[in-house]
């Protein structure tokens, strides 16, 4: 016997047939049944072994269901311990390619104000969750136990709990979820400190069972992703039945229920509608003969038993009912022949003694003896579908288009198109069209337009764009094709989105050069970037310490391809980089660039002696006399005012010579000295020489300066001499024809006459 919800086949043996081979008799009979199921635990004969975790959770017991048949349940009960997290997950679960499923629940939970001396952890619910996977991969430990990657359905509460007086009772809930993409899925509960047991747990969905309409016959339809989707189900003609209206196509809701039929077919000639408009039967007195003593037919609880033929009468087991009554549980009954072998609607393929086949879904064959069934109009076969393959058509536009801009470059992504045309090798393209809007016309993209990965036969939904003109219209549009998208005569249906770029940052700054570099300073200089897409507001110059790394840098603009850099450490290496900017923003910046300033040096002079001693680093590069001018103006401005404070001091110094007091002239000389100036220091007043540079140049790491040699000694003083690590000219001047410039570093001014021997020292 067939099971509940199973299809049943009645056939009439060929040594029933006549000599004229015309009475080939099939009936087809679909009961109501229950919704499909994919997993029910009262099925389970042996232990489900689930997965919990922790081990201490969830426990697998035996039970008894409401029939006292044997089932096999879970249950928890960690109430009086805090912080619980226990969970139980099923078998893996293949889907069918089912979109929404259903879960039954049968379950019972204490009370918690039943039990005495628990904390107010305590819960009266649990958590119901899934989790999709291509197969059954999952462990003890992955995917992780927690939400997401699991995907939560619901919060499961009773609607009644029963205490320590009472016996349980038994909440039933149902929850659905979906859409369902990969190949199945588990089901997992988690329980936060609830007193319960997981009685059943069934799994199943909904489908619409096939049935015939306007003389059409409709496929098993699975129901939609959602409760509230509407699946379209084709339909194709009855045997010896004709299209008068098209599409014919028939809605299955989200309850598994027929509505809304579309189309129609109707008897051709010769043929009269039989069977309560389900049939088109031949009009010959040997059909109706045959009709007329169909027997008495039964139907019970949806098993069919054999249909046995003696004489001209069909038996079914010892019993004979009226048609009419029968009808009453009858869904569909799919064709009944009274044609040759191979008859309208049916096929075969090959010769040999195999069978005729039903047309496959979306073909037709009008006539008897066919080897193939013809596509119907707007289906078609690929030249690799065999003529068992269903007929099949183009998909639907492609759907949930999301662009992103940025200045010049799209992002975009689509979602699948809603109907697949029947069909799994489904795939894109994307073309680009460039559009005017002052001639309101669009035309492909130039070739320089790069679709990343390619623009053609694209599987998965999602391309990047470069290289678009900026302030530019363009419109894209994405095809959905498949195998029979050749055979259309149609434009492949599409999906349009229309965006405007944006302006374009400029490029980056193809190289820095140091022109100039000083203890404490450098001047740079570099080229525009190639493509500037727009005028450039400024620049911006980013600059750190080499060893110290990008998170300290400093920053700095200039208004042209050119700036120096001020207040730097001496002898230490830099890492700059420029970019420019437009009213797009910011471009790249250049690639990092190593430069360093030059070493300090400070000289420490004897103080008897009134000379001026000027330090003047190697020449840097030449300047043009724009960049010259102010410093030249500077120069000039400064020499006066430093021959105006010669003379002052000369002054001074011959009132003190006739007065005879070193001292006093030396105090005088300190109201003349420049602010900021550092003052001359003996380094003979130290024993240690090293000593006398350290209290003067405090700045300067001692581990960069050594003593070379001693160059005197005696009276005047020794001589010593420091030397750093670059070339360097000492050069000593009279006071008179001094110059300040922006060369020097440090400045002594002995303050008497003539000169002495001084030290140098270099950093």
Same mark, same amino acid.
């Given at each position: 016997? &067939?099971?509940?919800?199973?299809?049943?086949?009645?056939?009439?043996?060929?040594?029933?047939?006549?000599?004229?081979?015309?009475?080939?008799?099939?009936?087809?009979?679909?009961?109501?049944?229950?919704?499909?199921?994919?997993?029910?635990?009262?099925?389970?004969?042996?232990?489900?072994?689930?997965?919990?975790?922790?081990?201490?959770?969830?426990?697998?017991?035996?039970?008894?269901?409401? +029939?006292?048949?044997?089932?096999?349940?879970?249950?928890?009960?960690?109430?009086?311990?805090?912080?619980?997290?226990?969970?139980?997950?099923? =078998?893996?679960?293949?889907?069918? &390619?089912?979109?929404?499923?259903?879960?039954?629940?049968?379950?019972?939970?204490?009370?918690?104000?039943?039990?005495?001396?628990?904390?107010?952890?305590?819960?009266?619910?649990?958590?119901?969750?899934?989790?999709?996977?291509?197969?059954?991969?999952?462990?003890?430990?992955?995917?992780?136990?927690?939400?997401?990657?699991?995907?939560?359905?619901? $919060?499961?509460?009773?609607?009644?709990?029963?205490?320590?007086?009472?016996?349980?009772?038994?909440?039933?809930?149902?929850?659905?979820?979906?859409?369902?993409? !990969?190949?199945?899925?588990?089901?997992?509960?988690?329980?936060?400190? /609830?007193?319960?047991?997981?009685?059943? @747990?069934?799994?199943?969905?909904?489908?619409?069972?096939?049935?015939?309409?306007?003389?059409?016959?409709?496929?098993?339809?699975?129901?939609? /992703?959602?409760?509230?989707?509407?699946?379209?189900?084709?339909?194709?003609?009855?045997?010896? +039945?004709?299209?008068?209206? *098209?599409?014919?196509?028939?809605?299955?809701?989200?309850?598994?229920?027929?509505?809304?039929? @579309?189309?129609?077919?109707?008897?051709?000639?010769?043929?009269?509608?039989?069977?309560? %408009?389900?049939?088109?039967?031949?009009?010959?007195?040997?059909?109706? !003969?045959?009709?007329?003593?169909?027997?008495?037919?039964?139907?019970?609880?949806?098993?069919?038993? =054999?249909?046995?033929?003696?004489?001209?009468?069909?038996?079914?087991?010892?019993?004979?009912?009226?048609? %009419?009554?029968?009808?009453?549980?009858?869904?569909?009954?799919?064709?009944?022949?009274?044609?040759?072998?191979?008859?309208?609607?049916?096929?075969?393929?090959?010769?040999? %003694?195999?069978?005729?086949?039903?047309?496959?879904?979306?073909?037709?064959? $009008?006539?008897?003896?066919?080897?193939?069934?013809?596509?119907?109009?707007?289906?078609?076969?690929? &030249?690799? =579908?065999?003529?068992?393959?269903?007929?099949? #058509? *183009?998909?639907?536009?492609?759907?949930?288009?999301?662009?992103?801009?940025?200045?010049?470059?799209?992002?975009?992504?689509?979602?699948?198109?809603?109907?697949?045309?029947?069909?799994?090798? *489904?795939?894109?393209?994307?073309?680009?069209?460039?559009?005017?809007?002052?001639?309101?016309?669009?035309?492909?993209?130039?070739?320089?337009?790069?679709?990343?990965?390619?623009?053609?036969?694209? #599987?998965?939904?999602? *391309?990047?764009?470069?290289?678009?003109?900026?302030?530019?219209?363009?419109?894209?549009?994405?095809?959905?094709?498949?195998?029979?998208?050749?055979?259309?005569?149609?434009?492949?249906?599409?999906?349009? @989105?229309?965006? $405007?770029?944006?302006?374009?940052?400029?490029?980056?700054?193809?190289?820095?050069?140091?022109? /100039?570099?000083?203890?404490?300073?450098?001047?740079?200089?570099?080229?525009?970037?190639?493509?500037?897409?727009?005028?450039?507001?400024?620049?911006?110059?980013?600059?750190?310490?080499?060893?110290?790394?990008?998170?300290?840098?400093?920053?700095?603009?200039?208004?042209?391809?050119?700036?120096?850099?001020?207040?730097? !450490?001496?002898?230490?290496?830099?890492?700059?980089?420029?970019?420019?900017?437009?009213?797009?923003?910011?471009?790249?910046?250049?690639?990092?660039?190593?430069?360093?300033?030059?070493?300090?040096?400070?000289?420490?002079?004897?103080?008897?002696?009134?000379?001026?001693?000027?330090?003047?680093?190697?020449?840097?590069?030449?300047?043009?006399?724009?960049?010259?001018?102010?410093?030249? @103006?500077?120069?000039?401005?400064?020499?006066?005012?430093?021959?105006?404070?010669?003379?002052?001091?000369?002054?001074?110094?011959?009132?003190?010579?006739?007065?005879?007091?070193?001292?006093?002239?030396?105090?005088?000389?300190?109201?003349?000295?420049?602010?900021?100036?550092?003052?001359?220091?003996?380094?003979?007043?130290?024993?240690?020489?090293?000593? /006398?540079?350290?209290?003067?140049?405090?700045?300067?790491?001692?581990?960069?300066?050594?003593?070379?040699?001693?160059?005197?000694?005696?009276?005047?003083?020794?001589?010593?001499?420091?030397?750093?690590?670059?070339?360097?000219?000492?050069?000593?001047?009279?006071?008179?024809?001094?110059?300040?410039?922006?060369?020097?570093?440090?400045?002594?001014?002995?303050?008497?006459?003539?000169?002495?021997?001084?030290?140098?020292?270099?950093?």
């Amino acid at each position: 016997m &067939d099971s509940p919800g199973h299809e049943s086949l009645a056939c009439i043996p060929k040594s029933a047939e006549s000599p004229k081979n015309r009475h080939i008799q099939i009936v087809k009979f679909m009961p109501l049944g229950p919704p499909e199921t994919l997993m029910d635990t009262k099925w389970a004969t042996t232990e489900l072994a689930w997965t919990a975790h922790p081990e201490t959770g969830w426990e697998e017991v035996s039970g008894y269901d409401d +029939a006292m048949n044997p089932i096999r349940t879970y249950q928890v009960c960690n109430v009086r311990e805090l912080n619980q997290n226990n969970w139980l997950r099923s =078998d893996f679960i293949p889907r069918k &390619d089912v979109l929404r499923v259903y879960v039954e629940m049968k379950f019972t939970v204490r009370d918690c104000n039943s039990i005495p001396n628990i904390p107010g952890s305590c819960k009266e619910t649990f958590n119901l969750f899934y989790y999709e996977s291509d197969s059954d991969s999952a462990t003890a430990t992955s995917p992780f136990w927690m939400e997401n990657p699991y995907v939560k359905v619901d $919060t499961i509460a009773p609607d009644e709990s029963f205490s320590m007086l009472e016996s349980g009772r038994v909440n039933t809930k149902v929850r659905s979820f979906g859409p369902l993409s !990969k190949a199945g899925f588990y089901l997992a509960f988690q329980d936060l400190g /609830a007193c319960m047991s997981l009685i059943s @747990v069934r799994v199943f969905y909904k489908k619409c069972s096939t049935t015939i309409a306007n003389f059409a016959v409709f496929p098993e339809t699975a129901t939609g /992703a959602e409760a509230t989707s509407l699946v379209i189900a084709p339909g194709t003609c009855v045997p010896n +039945a004709l299209e008068v209206s *098209v599409p014919l196509k028939l809605y299955c809701n989200g309850d598994g229920e027929w509505m809304v039929p @579309v189309g129609a077919c109707t008897c051709a000639a010769g043929f009269e509608p039989a069977m309560k %408009d389900t049939q088109c039967q031949e009009e010959t007195d040997e059909a109706k !003969k045959i009709i007329s003593s169909v027997p008495m037919l039964m139907m019970r609880h949806g098993n069919l038993e =054999d249909l046995m033929l003696t004489g001209s009468e069909i038996a079914v087991g010892p019993e004979k009912v009226n048609l %009419d009554e029968l009808t009453e549980v009858m869904i569909s009954i799919e064709e009944v022949v009274l044609q040759p072998a191979c008859g309208p609607g049916s096929f075969k393929s090959k010769q040999g %003694d195999g069978p005729c086949f039903p047309c496959p879904a979306n073909s037709r064959a $009008t006539s008897g003896a066919a080897s193939i069934c013809s596509c119907r109009n707007g289906y078609y076969r690929s &030249d690799t =579908d065999t003529p068992d393959s269903p007929c099949t #058509t *183009v998909p639907s536009a492609p759907r949930s288009v999301i662009s992103s801009v940025n200045e010049t470059l799209l992002l975009l992504e689509w979602s699948e198109p809603r109907d697949m045309g029947g069909r799994e090798d *489904v795939f894109y393209s994307v073309i680009c069209k460039k559009c005017l809007p002052e001639r309101g016309m669009c035309s492909r993209c130039d070739d320089n337009v790069d679709i990343s990965p390619r623009h053609l036969g694209l #599987t998965q939904r999602r *391309v990047t764009v470069r290289n678009l003109q900026a302030h530019t219209q363009y419109s894209f549009e994405i095809q959905a094709l498949n195998g029979v998208s050749n055979k259309s005569p149609y434009t492949p249906q599409f999906a349009a @989105v229309n965006i $405007t770029t944006n302006q374009a940052a400029p490029s980056a700054v193809p190289t820095v050069h140091l022109m /100039a570099a000083t203890a404490s300073t450098m001047s740079l200089s570099w080229l525009p970037p190639e493509k500037p897409n727009g005028i450039i507001l400024d620049y911006e110059i980013k600059y750190h310490e080499k060893d110290q790394g990008e998170a300290i840098a400093h920053t700095m603009t200039a208004q042209r391809s050119n700036a120096r850099i001020e207040g730097l !450490k001496a002898g230490t290496p830099y890492v700059v980089q420029v970019r420019a900017r437009t009213v797009a923003g910011y471009g790249r910046y250049s690639s990092p660039a190593d430069f360093s300033t030059n070493l300090q040096k400070f000289f420490l002079f004897n103080p008897r002696g009134l000379t001026v001693f000027q330090f003047t680093p190697l020449a840097d590069p030449p300047k043009s006399w724009q960049e010259q001018l102010p410093l030249i @103006v500077g120069s000039i401005t400064a020499a006066l005012v430093f021959i105006i404070a010669v003379v002052v001091i000369g002054i001074v110094c011959l009132r003190k010579q006739r007065n005879g007091s070193e001292s006093e002239y030396t105090e005088k000389l300190q109201q003349y000295i420049t602010p900021g100036m550092k003052v001359y220091i003996d380094p003979f007043t130290y024993e240690d020489p090293n000593e /006398a540079v350290r209290e003067f140049a405090k700045e300067i790491d001692v581990s960069c300066v050594k003593i070379e040699e001693v160059i005197g000694a005696g009276n005047p003083p020794k001589l010593l001499s420091y030397r750093g690590k670059t070339a360097s000219h000492l050069q000593a001047i009279p006071l008179e024809d001094f110059t300040p410039s922006g060369t020097f570093t440090q400045l002594i001014v002995s303050p008497l006459p003539p000169p002495t021997p001084a030290t140098l020292v270099t950093f």
